[in-house]
């Protein structure tokens, strides 16, 4: 049932072609089909004979049945020469099996019987980047979802569990080292300068957690001491040249390894723990047992090469891997519907890490912004779908913002109805529950439930339902009874599929302050007593009202402090109450959303201004609210920065009926120029104040981030001594944070400074892939004219190469979703770009062109001329012949 074609055919099984079989639409794969494995597979001998262009794979499979007897085994299999197949050591001829597409059948097999297989692959040809690959000269693997079977025929499935010993044997000088899961248990010489190693993993594992890497690498080495005194060997294989770049994430593993101890006290289980970064990735990382595979991009990091995001972003990534160790790894999944039980809770783990590594209030605001521009555009578009799927056609496509980012806020939901001890005893019950196991999200939920002695039935809704649903509150309040009412009704727009809505069990963190921005005590009808503080109302039913005792004046509430659910919340508060929430309200994150409220009021009116033709003002409170923000210096710098930063284009064109990207794009850039001319003498104050910062730690990092935004709003402004500052503040840069702080801020201001600085970095960068990919998105994300001339020119650019993914999403990825004017141009140049690229990308790596293709699939948002322009380029992918699984799903799905 596939249709996927691509460059990496030339081994393709004659006779098993799936060309074959070209022209059947891909079938859909449901939930509710699920049934267990009918074989198990014990153990797994593995040998690799390593050559970039005939690698030999021999597997000998210990197999039990798990089912009635007259069961085949069929294992799965893509692009794989089968070359001997054997079972309990008597050879097989073609008539004792069947090979038929993507399936390798054996009927009347014994009870428990041993297969043994030799497959060959093509590593070298394998431009998908799934299955075994070379990078670099280097060969690695990645597995998850479903590559395991691009390497030999196998129950490639997460619940079948098997324990691996893996023989690797290649040439010594091009590969000295050679790596796999677990434990070293052998090595030595082979003739002809050959040699080989031996690694056993104990665990029983899944498929997709198998790795494999040989190589020209150099290992930066530490070690771990867990709290039961084990030894852990820490190393980072990287290529020679990038060693020192290796400190970052090396203490980023071990703060990791010491706070899951602290925090979840949960302990690292083998005697070695290896990452090893490469240059050609798909996705961020992989989390293989003992030997995670990294996108080079989240390794490597030294002040003068990596911003601090993308400190941050390396340590966080680190993190999240080293949390798989248990909460995916010890407890798997048991299809791949549950691929959020290990994703949403390892991402919710590792924004707790990062919270406590930094400032938390900061961390929450970053990921609601990720969650509101990138998650919930998803859950309202074509390809929306539930924190648990319940259909796909391919499984990569199921990696989304919705499985990882709103299941990680769906487990934070938990906690927040459970507090944090009971969110910790009901994970301890789920991890010793099921240690071993492949489970569901129902499991977890179970034990979340069993370990509190609560109801969460409602609750699960959350996994099933997609779509984000609305809150709607108001409040009113009486003087004669001091009473005041709180109403707040839920709802959630159809989604595909789901007409219906149900309503959610949702968390209201809320709080209600006086007029001088005190936390009133809050006393519901029918308590004894008011309690101090905020509190969090459960909301089950599509409407609630509640009426709080003994206030005697009109408060303002504070309502989903900390964004305590993933929903839209409206409450009809006037400017002068967002002013005063700005200022006052004591939850850090609900000042910073007061603020982002008030701009987006004002964002809108600016908006309607523009399309209508009439001239653009300053609205002078919210510059004053502005202001005071920037004058607060009690205020730590990071968090002032946060505020300062106004809803990105993305987010105003979510909340517009028809979007309009020109206007939307006029509108923010008058709004930064106005307030950089407005508010010039204080933006230079605070730029004075907060320049120089020294160091990579939390409060440095904050400075650096509120000085560059200071920089950029001088330069919005368009003054030439904004220019002049600018150009002094890239020439003495000695970070690369300050460094992309001014290429950023001169990009508003066409001009020799901003030509010979984007110059100067490209002759100093053109040979770190890395950073040149700054440079790269930098320009594709200019909205200056000639946008599309712009692009073209960096694909032409020797650093660049449509093969690797890194280099696609710093000038593709970046111009579709970072340059929407131009992206969205009226005359399809940029729509028609993105889906050449698309077609010419399939071929290479379905993976990555599925990815962009998501860029097309919001075209009903848009005016008439552009909506036609991408529902053309939608059907041009989607009638290009040999398409692939991954772009024909997310196409056509968009179109319907
Ligand atoms: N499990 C990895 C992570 O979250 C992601 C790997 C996904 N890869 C893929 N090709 N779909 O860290
Ligand atoms: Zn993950």
């Not at 049932?1 to 691509?6: E, K, R, S, T, Y």
């Not at 590594?357 to 970053?366: E, G, T």
């Not at 944070?737 to 290429?743: C, Q, R, W």
């Not at 993914?805 to 969205?824: Q, Y």
């Amino acid at each position: 049932n596939a249709i996927v074609h691509h460059g990496s055919q030339a081994h393709a099984q004659p006779g098993c072609s799936r060309k074959m079989m070209k022209e059947t639409a891909p079938a859909a794969i449901h939930l509710k089909d699920y049934a267990p494995p009918r074989w198990r597979i014990l153990s797994v001998d593995l040998c690799f004979v390593l050559d970039p262009e005939d690698t030999r794979v021999r597997s000998r499979l210990t197999l039990v049945r798990n089912g009635q007897a007259e069961a085949p085994l069929q294992l799965n299999g893509q692009d794989l020469v089968l070359h001997h197949i054997r079972l309990d050591d008597r050879p097989l001829q073609p008539g004792d099996y069947h090979l038929e597409g993507e399936t390798l059948t054996l009927h009347d097999l014994p009870e428990r019987c041993e297969l043994s297989l030799e497959t060959g692959i093509a590593p070298a040809a394998n431009t998908a980047l799934e299955g075994l690959y070379v990078s670099g000269g280097n060969f690695c693997t990645q597995c998850e979802a479903e590559g395991f079977r691009r390497i030999t025929w196998f129950l490639d499935r997460p619940d079948v569990m098997a324990v691996y010993t893996v023989r690797i044997e290649a040439d010594k000088a091009r590969y000295p080292v050679l790596l796999s899961n677990g434990n070293l248990t052998d090595s030595g010489d082979l003739p002809e300068g050959r040699h080989f190693a031996v690694w056993h993993d104990p665990f029983p594992k899944p498929s997709y957690l198998f790795a494999l890497v040989a190589g020209d690498l150099v290992c930066r080495r530490d070690g771990f001491t867990t709290r039961t005194g084990r030894e852990v060997d820490l190393r980072i294989y990287v290529q020679r040249h990038n060693l020192d770049k290796c400190d970052h994430a090396m203490r980023s593993l071990q703060a990791s390894m010491g706070w899951d101890e602290d925090t979840f006290g949960r302990e690292y289980d083998l005697d070695i723990y290896m990452i090893v970064a490469v240059d050609d990735f798909n996705m961020g990382a992989m989390e293989n047992k003992g030997l995670n595979v990294f996108n080079s991009k989240y390794v490597l990091a030294r002040p003068d090469t990596a911003t601090d995001d993308d400190f941050v972003a390396i340590e966080s990534v680190i993190a999240h891997e080293y949390f798989h160790n248990w909460s995916g790894n010890r407890v798997t999944c048991r299809d791949w519907f549950q691929l959020s039980l290990k994703e949403g809770l390892t991402v919710f783990r590792d924004q707790e890490f990062t919270a406590d590594q930094s400032l938390r209030a900061v961390k929450r605001i970053q990921d609601v912004q990720r969650l509101r521009t990138l998650q919930f555009p998803e859950d309202a578009g074509p390809m929306a779908h539930p924190v648990r799927p319940q259909s796909y056609i391919e499984i990569n496509n199921f990696y989304t913002m919705t499985v990882y980012e709103k299941g990680a806020e769906v487990v934070r939901m938990i906690q927040t109805l459970l507090g944090r001890e009971g969110f910790r005893r009901g994970l301890d019950l789920y991890f010793d529950r099921h240690d071993g196991q492949a489970v569901t999200t129902d499991d977890f939920v179970k034990a979340m439930e069993d370990a509190n002695a609560r109801d969460l039935s409602r609750f699960r809704r959350w996994y099933d339902q997609a779509g984000t649903p609305l809150l709607e509150a108001t409040g009113t309040h009486d003087p004669e009874t001091a009473t005041y009412r709180l109403t707040v009704r839920q709802s959630c727009l159809p989604t595909k599929g789901q007409p219906e809505k149900l309503p959610l069990h949702i968390p209201l963190v809320m709080a209600l302050l006086d007029a001088r921005g005190r936390e009133i005590p809050l006393r519901l009808e029918g308590e004894d007593s008011a309690v101090a503080g905020e509190r969090t109302l459960e909301l089950t039913a599509p409407t609630h009202v509640f009426v709080f005792q003994d206030v005697p004046e009109l408060p303002v509430p504070s309502l989903l402090r900390g964004f305590s659910a993933p929903v839209n919340l409206r409450f009809p508060y006037t400017d002068a109450q967002l002013a005063f929430l700005m200022a006052h309200d004591t939850d850090d994150f609900n000042r910073w959303e007061a603020g982002q409220q008030f701009a987006l009021k004002v964002l809108q009116g600016l908006i309607e201004a523009v399309q209508a033709g009439q001239p653009l003002m300053l609205d002078a409170r919210f510059a004053q609210a502005f202001g005071q923000v920037l004058a607060n210096g009690a205020l730590d710098a990071a968090l002032v920065a946060e505020a300062l930063t106004l809803p990105g284009e993305g987010y105003l064109a979510e909340q517009m009926a028809v979007v309009d990207v020109d206007a939307i794009h006029q509108a923010r850039q008058f709004l930064r120029q106005a307030l950089g001319a407005a508010l010039g003498d204080r933006f230079r104050a605070v730029y004075e104040a907060t320049a120089g910062a020294q160091g990579m730690d939390a409060t440095a990092m904050g400075r650096r981030r509120l000085c560059n935004l200071c920089l950029a709003y001088l330069c919005a402004s368009g003054e030439a001594e904004a220019v002049a500052l600018a150009r002094t503040h890239y020439g003495s840069a000695d970070n690369m944070t300050d460094a992309m702080g001014a290429l950023r801020a001169l990009l508003d201001c066409p001009g020799e400074a901003r030509d010979q600085a984007l110059a100067h970095f490209e002759a100093r960068w053109r040979d770190d892939p890395l950073v040149l990919d700054k440079w790269f998105g930098l320009q594709a994300m200019d909205a200056a004219p000639g946008a599309l001339d712009r692009v073209r020119g960096l694909m032409s650019h020797p650093g660049f190469s449509i093969r690797n993914p890194n280099r696609v999403r710093a000038v593709l990825g970046t111009f579709a979703m970072a340059n929407p004017v131009h992206f969205h141009a009226l005359d399809g140049s940029g729509h028609g770009l993105i889906t050449d690229s698309v077609l010419e990308l399939d071929a290479l790596n379905p993976q990555i062109a599925a990815r962009l293709v998501t860029s097309l699939s919001r075209w009903r948002r848009f005016d008439e001329e552009r909506q036609g322009s991408m529902r053309r380029c939608l059907e041009r992918i989607v009638a290009h012949p040999g398409l692939s699984r991954d772009v024909y799903e997310v196409a056509s799905r968009s179109l319907d």
